[in-house]
């Protein structure tokens, strides 16, 4: 077993705000815990405007989530410090769908550090189901090999994470495979360099139809509440 184990958190309420402040006020806990690593919260209020992408013929997904709380704890301690954090999302009355991942960084420029404060720019999040047919090691293969072409396209991305989804973490949650990240620190860096030609966003939809069925789509702001390292 790994000496840190990774849960994603998948927050959504009836009101936004109250939600929001929810998973801040989860996400500051997990981050007093010394058996916590990193602490990232990624809250759902950003309005990409003509800059949100789907790609065509993309099935629909759902549901949406207003809020996406990340941590990284020592393995000894995961599943009380998970249970906890379930428990105090959904004693104020929302939502939480909970998974256990291993996460794969592909790009950090610079690597990340805590911040007291929303980081700039906007964080991206897609939740993966990939296709029905497609075994799990046939999706992961797939998934890997999109890398090289993900790195040399989205060149406004400082930052490229995927994460494997390994276990449910809450029954009957959605069934979503993966999550991935790119974070552009500045608008600019989202609407001119995520794709910079139609040619390359074309390769891109091409790329990932062998692979991805469907994704539930977040524009976040980013509060880093505690990170340690490369967790």
Not at 36 to 47: K, Q
Not at 50 to 63: F, I, K, N, Q
Not at 143 to 152: E, G, I, T
């Amino acid at each position: 077993m790994p000496d840190t184990l990774n849960a994603v958190l998948l927050v959504r309420g009836d009101d936004a705000d109250r939600t929001a402040a929810t998973a801040h006020a989860v996400s500051a806990w997990l981050a007093g815990s010394d058996r916590v690593t990193r602490a990232v919260l990624s809250v759902a209020d950003v309005d990409p405007g003509d800059a949100a992408w789907v790609r065509p013929g993309e099935a629909p997904a759902s549901p949406r989530y207003q809020a996406v709380i990340e941590l990284t704890a020592q393995a000894g301690g995961f599943s009380g410090i998970v249970a906890q954090a379930l428990a105090a999302l959904t004693g104020t009355g929302v939502t939480c769908d909970g998974y256990r991942v291993t996460r794969t960084i592909e790009r950090d420029e610079p690597p990340r550090a805590y911040r007291p404060a929303r980081s700039p720019g906007t964080r991206y999040l897609v939740l993966c189901n990939f296709h029905p047919d497609l075994p799990d090691t046939a999706a992961r293969r797939s998934w890997d090999h999109h890398v090289p072409l993900a790195l040399r396209v989205h060149a406004g991305a400082a930052r490229y994470v995927r994460s494997w989804v390994d276990a449910l973490l809450t029954p009957g949650s959605p069934p979503f495979q993966g999550m991935t990240e790119l974070y552009f620190p500045t608008d600019r860096d989202m609407r001119e360099r995520w794709f910079p030609t139609p040619d390359l966003r074309a390769q891109i939809v091409q790329d990932i139809g062998h692979f991805l069925h469907s994704g539930v789509r977040l524009y976040t702001s980013e509060y880093i509440y505690k990170h340690r390292g490369d967790a």
